[in-house]
Every structure is written in structure tokens, then in C-alpha cells.
């Protein structure tokens, strides 16, 4: 009788990546980019203080200037429905640009110190910032509403569960939230979840809480209960963003170290390296993007310079 054997193929043989082309243009680093969806475009923006718009699929290496606050952005968020792009600057400032007319609507300050990310919920938008407030705004008004003291430490990282209408952050005092986004109330922290701040925060189709911190560690939690599963060593220094690729069964890290990491997202095994010798970034990389109608990543960094990868099977 003949038995079937399952045979074990790493995925790295698998996953093929290229490199299509490097966007220049930024005169400082790059700290963060955000997709417009159902179009040809995204933006980058960073310590220059200009808001870039780049083509997706790389046919050009040119981008377009659509805004120029003379402050640096750390972060940004793109509301669909109003064709709005959000920024956050180092003064604390929340930018909303109309993506139409390429013209800057309002500027208010929302945080006292740098803003350092953003989330969307259906109805409204959050943001966190160097002061350790979470504050809500409402998108219609375009104006904070509440205001919450997380922390009395900066606000690193944030990502929304629409499932259970959480609001993950990641700290400067090394702790990890759970919000509740309906009263803003703390519903769990985990106080010492990295050994240093929480740079980083993604969620995975497979209900897990993915966070890389300063201190190297991408750590594997379960949602809700944060109860950790796994931590890894994935890199040399901070890890500056995580991306999670379902269709593609991967999460990319990205790090200080000048590199990134591809992880079989089963396992938690390293696929892939992409680093200098693959044409990619000499200097901290602080930023990752997903464009999934091409299966394209985007990185950015210190080095002033956006590459547009070829990610696929």
C-alpha cells in the first residue's frame, strides 16, 4: 500500500521579489506614506515638510507637490469618502488637504508635541501624539471632540480592530492599550510588553496583535486578551513598521537596522531579506505601504528615498 507524505516547501522559494523603481524628491527623511485607494495615486510626506503625490505603478519617477507646511510630518491618514488627506506635524498640528483641489482646508493644533499616527473608525477619525493624549476628532467639523490622556509618556503607534472596536497603542513607556473607541476608556494594558517604546503596530487575519519596538522585538499577542504567543529577535534595531500580507500569507517588518524583513506569517520563519545589496535603503528604513492592485510595497526612510518593490508568488 502507498502512503501519501506530505512534503514541507519553504516558502521562500515561493515568494519572488523586484524592484521597480526609486522615487527621489524629498530633500529629508520620509516618515510616513499612506494610499489613496481606487486611484493611481499615493503620498509620502516627512521631515522636509512636503506632502508628495507619487504614481502607483511606477511609470514615472516624478511626483507632484500637493502641499508644503514647513514642519515636519510624522504621519498621515487618508479619509475616502471626503477625498481628505490628513497630516500631522512636529508642532502638533493636524493638516486636512482636499486631494481634489490640492489646497491645505484647515490646520488645527490637536496635540501639544509631535502627532505620531492616525486611525479611522466608520465615523471618526483618532489621533495620538508626543503629550499621551488620544484625541477623537469629528471628520464632518473637522475639529477635536475629546480628548483622553493615555499615557504620561508619548503615543507611538496605533491601529483600529473594526471587529471589536478596539483602538490599539503603542507607548513611549513601553506598554501596549487596548481602547475602548466608543467613551475612550482604557479596557487593558499591557504595561511592559516591549522593552523599550512600542514603535509599531499591526493586526493579522488570524485575530493576532503584531508589535515591534526599539528594543528589536516583534512580538506575536492574541487580540483583546494581549496575551503574548511569541516574541522574535527580527532585527538589529527598532523596528520602525509591520505590514501584514494575507494574500500573499507574509508580514513585512521594517527597521532602523536599513533593512526589511518578509516572515512566513504561519510560523513566524524569516523568508526574506531586502536590504542594500537587493537596491534597497542605505539608511534607517521608517515607513512601509502596501498598494494591493499591483501586490507593490513601498518603503521609505532617512535616506530620502521611496523604492517601489514587486512583491508576489
Given at each position: 500500500m502507498l502512503h501519501s507524505v506530505k512534503v514541507y516547501i519553504p516558502l521562500e522559494q515561493f515568494i519572488q521579489t523586484e524592484k521597480i523603481i526609486g522615487y527621489t524628491g524629498h530633500s529629508s527623511a520620509v516618515y510616513?506614506?499612506?494610499?489613496?485607494?481606487?486611484?493611481?495615486?499615493?503620498?509620502?510626506?516627512?521631515?522636509?515638510?512636503?506632502?508628495?503625490?507619487?504614481?502607483?505603478?511606477?511609470?514615472?519617477?516624478?511626483?507632484?507637490?500637493?502641499?508644503?507646511?514647513?514642519?515636519?510630518?510624522?504621519?498621515?491618514c487618508y479619509l475616502d469618502a471626503q477625498e481628505i488627506l490628513i497630516a500631522g506635524d512636529i508642532?502638533?498640528?493636524?493638516?486636512?488637504?482636499?486631494?481634489?483641489?490640492n489646497k491645505i482646508i484647515n490646520r488645527i493644533i490637536g496635540h501639544k508635541g509631535s502627532v505620531f499616527g492616525f486611525c479611522k473608525t466608520e465615523d471618526n477619525l483618532f489621533s495620538i501624539g508626543a503629550d499621551g493624549f488620544l484625541c477623537k476628532w469629528d471628520i464632518g467639523r473637522r475639529y477635536p471632540v475629546e480628548s483622553v490622556r493615555i499615557s504620561h509618556q508619548g503615543l507611538r503607534s496605533i491601529v483600529h480592530d473594526d471587529d471589536q472596536n478596539i483602538i490599539y497603542i503603542g507607548a513611549s513607556d513601553n506598554g501596549i492599550y487596548a481602547v475602548d473607541t466608543s467613551d475612550l476608556k482604557v479596557l487593558a494594558n499591557e504595561k511592559m510588553a516591549h522593552n523599550n517604546t512600542v514603535f509599531s503596530l499591526s493586526l493579522t487575519d488570524?485575530?493576532?496583535?503584531?508589535?515591534?519596538?526599539?528594543?528589536?522585538?516583534?512580538?506575536?499577542?492574541?487580540?483583546?486578551?494581549?496575551e503574548l504567543l511569541k516574541s522574535l529577535p527580527a532585527h538589529w534595531f527598532t523596528i520602525n513598521s509591520i505590514l501584514s500580507i494575507p494574500e500573499l500569507e507574509i508580514i513585512m517588518t521594517a527597521s532602523r537596522d536599513k533593512t526589511i524583513r518578509l516572515w512566513d506569517i504561519a510560523g513566524f520563519e524569516l523568508?526574506?531579506?531586502?536590504?542594500?545589496?537587493?537596491?534597497?535603503?542605505?539608511n534607517s528604513v521608517n515607513t512601509l505601504l502596501w498598494l494591493p492592485e499591483h501586490n507593490y510595497l513601498v518603503s521609505a526612510g532617512d535616506d530620502r528615498t521611496i523604492i517601489l518593490w514587486h512583491i508576489f508568488k
Open positions: 510616513c506614506m499612506v494610499d489613496k485607494p481606487g486611484s493611481m495615486f499615493f503620498y509620502s510626506a516627512g521631515g522636509d515638510g512636503k506632502i508628495v503625490q507619487w504614481h502607483k505603478d511606477g511609470s514615472t519617477a516624478d511626483g507632484y507637490l500637493m502641499a508644503d507646511t514647513d514642519a515636519k510630518i510624522f504621519s498621515m508642532n502638533g498640528h493636524v493638516y486636512w488637504i482636499d486631494t481634489l483641489s488570524q485575530n493576532l496583535l503584531l508589535s515591534g519596538g526599539r528594543d528589536a522585538q516583534l512580538q506575536i499577542r492574541k487580540r483583546v486578551s494581549m523568508v526574506k531579506t531586502l536590504d542594500v545589496k537587493n537596491g534597497g535603503h542605505i
